[in-house]
């Protein structure tokens, strides 16, 4: 990636609400559901949600660093999601939920792991925070159906019930990044 794009992988459980809400994110180019940190080539829906894989939901972000930091990125993962249980969000749960930062440049590893240490200690969540932080390895996009879900799918029941208020949450608490 050139200096002026750069690709950040996260899971924070569900990738359909975790795409909902960089989609729109100011600065965020591209926003993709995948598949990461696992052990198989090529692994399908079915084989990660087995939880045999070790795959982790996630969407691959390519961001321009101009226009939006890692650490606003990162600030705005730890309000949608809970990075204090592990192997979980919500009702969802097996490890390809788990909360993860997957980075791709060392940068990105540094600024995750100073705002993991400096959210831990100021107390923000009542337990600590599980995010696991590595680099991204093993990385496939999710079958075609899965990518722009909630944009296809605004109404289906569980884009309503879980990522509408995550993307409402995200409009209300970075109103300043949200993309125009």
Not at 16 to 33: H, I, K, N, P
Not at 67 to 73: D, T
């Amino acid at each position: 990636m050139s200096q002026d794009r750069q690709t950040l992988v996260l899971g924070g459980g569900c990738f359909w609400c975790t795409e909902a809400v960089y989609v729109r994110v100011q600065g965020v180019l591209d926003v993709e559901s995948g598949y990461s940190n696992g052990q198989i080539e090529r692994p399908t829906y079915e084989q990660v949600c087995s939880g045999r894989t070790g795959h982790a939901e996630v969407v691959k972000l390519v961001y321009e660093p101009a226009q939006i930091s890692v650490r606003e990125l990162l600030e705005i993962f730890f309000v949608i999601h809970d990075p204090t249980t592990l192997n979980a969000q919500g009702n969802d749960h097996g490890t390809q939920y788990r909360s993860g930062i997957y980075f791709t440049a060392p940068v990105q590893q540094q600024v995750a792991q100073a705002l993991v240490q400096e959210l831990g200690a100021s107390g923000a969540f009542a337990r600590p925070i599980v995010t696991e932080i590595q680099a991204l390895a093993n990385y496939w996009p999710a079958e075609d159906y899965h990518q722009d879900f909630f944009e296809r799918n605004p109404h289906q029941g569980y884009c309503l019930a879980v990522a509408a208020p995550k993307v409402e949450k995200f409009r209300k608490t970075f109103a300043r990044l949200v993309r125009t």
